[in-house]
């Protein structure tokens, strides 16, 4: 069963806006990671927090973690056509199955 | 995707029949894992492998096979092919089982008609 629940399911913006996404899970994390997928292609890495982090960036991303409310957001600041996907949180959980994926948040930005 | 590859990358079978689906990679890394996605229900582990001849099973693992002889290639069976099996087919590698992220194929399109 998924792990992650991502929020919203879908998101339109206009190119330049900053898009924020959320993720919730259920039990206790070792890391909880964010993907990219493009139509019809596979799963892009984006950024891995680890459950001690509390911030991280990478570019024009910036993820978040709140372990005591059990969430992460993703930001992506002054969005661009390109940014439209699929974005997919994952958590690895503090056992040792592998990563556990949400259903995802659809993000179109028009230009 | 840099260092896998997934084949073949459409297929259409009948139900009922046993169909292989393969996972190559070159970059010599210990996990490898197939996934199913499907509408509404995002990415959905089957199987995973954790060293050649060491596998184990994933949420969705009914119906379903693998096998990893060698570290460079992990295979998917469909062992009797039904249409609940129509899916697109992801097999993703990691060098280690925490602290990395994980490296996806292109994937496979199945249709089982």
């Known amino acids: 069963s998924q792990q992650g629940e991502e929020d919203p399911q879908a998101l339109s913006i206009q190119e330049g806006e900053n898009a924020t996404m959320n993720c919730s899970y259920k039990t206790s994390i070792n890391n909880l990671q964010w993907y990219r997928q493009n139509s019809g292609r596979g799963l892009v890495h984006l950024i891995l927090i680890r459950s001690n982090e509390r911030e991280k960036h990478s570019g024009r991303l910036r993820v978040t973690l709140d372990t005591s409310k059990k969430s992460s957001s993703l930001l992506i600041t002054a969005s661009r056509a390109a940014d439209t996907a699929s974005y997919f949180c994952?958590?690895?959980?503090?056992?040792?199955?592998?990563?556990?994926f949400g259903k995802g948040t659809r993000l179109s930005v028009i230009a | 995707d840099a260092g896998i590859t997934q084949s073949p990358r459409h297929k259409v079978t009948e139900t009922g029949t046993p169909v292989t689906l393969r996972c190559h990679q070159t970059e010599n890394h210990r996990y490898m894992y197939w996934y199913r996605q499907d509408p509404g229900h995002g990415l959905r582990l089957i199987h995973y492998?954790?060293?050649?001849?060491?596998?184990d099973k994933g949420e969705v693992s009914d119906g379903y096979s693998v096998s990893r002889s060698k570290t460079e290639d992990f295979l998917l069976t469909l062992e009797s092919a039904t249409s609940s099996q129509t899916s697109v087919y992801f097999c993703?590698?990691?060098?280690?089982?925490?602290?990395?992220?994980?490296?996806f194929g292109s994937g496979t399109r199945l249709t089982v008609v």
């Open positions: 492998s954790y060293g050649v001849k060491d596998t």
């Open positions: 993703a590698i990691s060098p280690s089982h925490k602290g990395y992220g994980y490296t």
């Open positions: 994952a958590t690895l959980n503090s056992g040792n199955t592998p990563l556990v």
